[in-house]
């Protein structure tokens, strides 16, 4: 009887796991549902679709011996984790560098620098700069429930060598638009700022590029699918065409 009690005491147990497992399940799915319909962004955002693709290449090349991010502080400043590395990726961003020439004083003999500028076809003095490019390192971190991955963009000498726990040389990360940036390099209005703004430049140029070639193929018949819709359209045969090449239909 005792033996008959313990298996019926035992099975009963078991239902209610799975009943339990069953309705946190549940529970689990419609607030991922709720997030990804109502909180995840799904609009076109050109600088979100550049994070996207950069997660993307990070995870590519993921090195398996990668473990945590932690950013490292100092005396002052305790050791901090970030998170869990998914993967990484090194970049080349333009820069814009802004062009002085030296002026010296004929009287005290010291130099200043002062910025070139130069004329546009508007009579406007603008400054002259050159164009050139930085290595960044990107950081894929696993973000937390039902929060997305991070992008973190450093330089290479900002971070320890890759390999297991990885530090970066900071006290906190500071967010730009769509990446997260050490707080000795977010003020790097010459690099950060004109390589996100470049990013965003040629992606909405491919995209328009795209847009154009499907109006084009419309245009020229060549797209399939809206010929056939077109062509479906002209067989279409309203009472007003029917009474024109009937003129013995009473109206």
Known sequence: MW????????????????????????LFLLAYLFWYLFIKKSKF??????????????????????KDL????DKGWTRSKVGKIKGICRISVPTRNYIYDDIIDEKTGTITKKLRTT???????????????VEQDC????????????????????HSQLIGDVNLFGYSLIPISEYWFLNNDHLDVRKLDYAILKEAERTVAFVTMTDMKEIVDKATGVDARHKKIIEGKSLVETPETNRMGNPQTPY
Do not use: H, W
């Open 3 to 26: 033996v008959v009690f313990g298996a019926r005491s035992i099975t009963k147990g078991i239902f209610i796991f799975f009943e339990i497992l069953l309705v946190l399940g549940t």
């Open 45 to 66: 955002d050109v600088n979100y679709v550049n994070k996207t693709k950069i997660m993307d290449a990070c995870t590519r090349l993921k090195r398996p011996i990668l």
């Open 70 to 73: 932690y950013v490292s502080g």
């Open 119 to 133: 004329q546009n076809e508007r009579g406007e003095q603008i400054a002259e700069y050159d164009i050139g490019s």
């Open 139 to 158: 950081f894929r971190v696993k973000g937390g429930l039902f929060e997305e991955d991070i992008v973190i963009r450093t330089n290479p000498e900002d």
